[in-house]
Every structure is written in C-alpha cells, then in structure tokens.
C-alpha cells in the first residue's frame, strides 16, 4: 500500500503541483502554437503523452543498465534526443496514416515533438530527481504527459471562448494569448507546497 501511495502522490505532483508547462515553463512552443482549437490540442496532447512516456521509460532505462555503469553519463544528451526522436517518428507515421486531416492541421508542431524541451527535460529531471524505480519512472513519465495535456487542453478551451469575448484592438491575438499563458500559471502556483515530491 504504502508503494502505490507514493505513485499515487508522485502522478498528482508530476500533473497539478509541478506541472512541467506552468512550472517549469517547458514545453511552450506547442502549447502557445497548437492550442487555437481543442481538438488540435487534444490531439498534441495525446501525441506527447505517448512520446514522453516512451522516451522517459526507455531513457531511465538506457541511463540505468548501460550509461551509468559504463560511465558514459556525458552521452545522455545525444541519446536521449536519438530516442525521442525515434518515438516521435512512431507518432508521426501512425498520425499520417490513420488521421491525415489531423496531420495535416498539426502541420510543422508535429515533427518539433522532438524539440520538444518538456519531454527532453522529463528524461534529464528522472536522473536529477534521483529515481531509482523503473515503476516511478514509467508513472512519472506518464503524468508529466497528461500534465501537458490538461495544461494544453485548458488553454485551448480558454482560447477558443476569448473569440467570444470583447478583447481590446491592442490585446488581440498573442498578447491575450500570454497574459491568458500567465494567469494559468499563477493560478496552478496555488498548488505550491502541497505536495513535496519528486
């Protein structure tokens, strides 16, 4: 019992208290470039949540069995991009093939998964958080993707209602995009503290 508490805790931290987007400020180019519809941004947000729970998983373990015990920890950088970018390529192949108009709307925001610096920063923040756990790994991982998604999902949702709403000349377009960006992480700053893991 005690073991699935701290998953327990460790996914609500990863996806509310230190959410990589309001948090961290990871991962903003999607976030700020695919959220104008929500199904654009569902979609991003499912697409990421995959890539990043592979490449988390799959990283810890590369990290763990081969470059720690052979000392090559100054090659994480190259592998790790090697091993995002051959998820993203899963993605992007399954993507074209089964939703072509989704694809297509995703446009140049779907290969710069890659370049995605939230998932680059989940692997990096797995070592730094000292995680040991192949288990806390793979749930950690898995919550920083659905971390995203909500966070993408909330600003898509927001974005698609300030087309309603009476939005001064001046403040159209990105500059309600970004203070629209900064109340949301004020408002998840609220969570500061609750929760003291990783």
């Known amino acids: 019992m005690d073991r699935l508490h701290v998953l327990l805790m460790g996914f609500i931290s990863i996806v509310l208290i230190n959410n990589l987007v309001f948090t961290k400020f990871l991962g903003i180019c999607p976030y700020l470039g ?3 519809r929500i199904d654009m ?3 991003m947000g499912l697409a990421v949540t ?3 729970t592979l490449s988390g998983t799959l990283t810890w373990l590369i990290d763990n069995l081969i470059l720690m ?3 090559l920890e100054v090659t994480r950088y190259v592998c790790f991009i090697l091993v995002i970018a051959g998820a993203v390529q899963l993605v992007e192949m399954y993507v074209r093939k089964f939703f072509p108009s989704l ?3 995703f446009g140049i925001f779907l290969p710069l998964i ?3 610096c939230a998932i680059l920063g989940l692997c990096l923040f797995l070592n730094l958080w000292g995680r040991d756990n192949l288990l806390e790994a793979v749930v950690l991982s898995f919550g920083a993707g659905i971390g995203f998604t909500m966070a993408i999902c909330i600003m898509a949702g927001i974005r ?3 087309h309603l709403a009476d939005v001064p000349d001046c403040l159209k377009g ?3 995009t970004l203070i629209t960006a900064g109340l949301l992480a004020l408002a998840f700053m609220g969570f500061a503290g609750m929760i003291k893991w990783p």
């Open 114 to 116: 890659t370049t995605n």
């Open 34 to 36: 695919v959220s104008g």
């Open 174 to 176: 990105a500059p309600i």
């Open 69 to 71: 015990p052979m000392h």
């Open 160 to 162: 698609e209602n300030l």
């Open 103 to 105: 694809y297509k709307s």
């Open 50 to 52: 995959f890539v990043v």
């Open 41 to 43: 941004a569902f979609g």
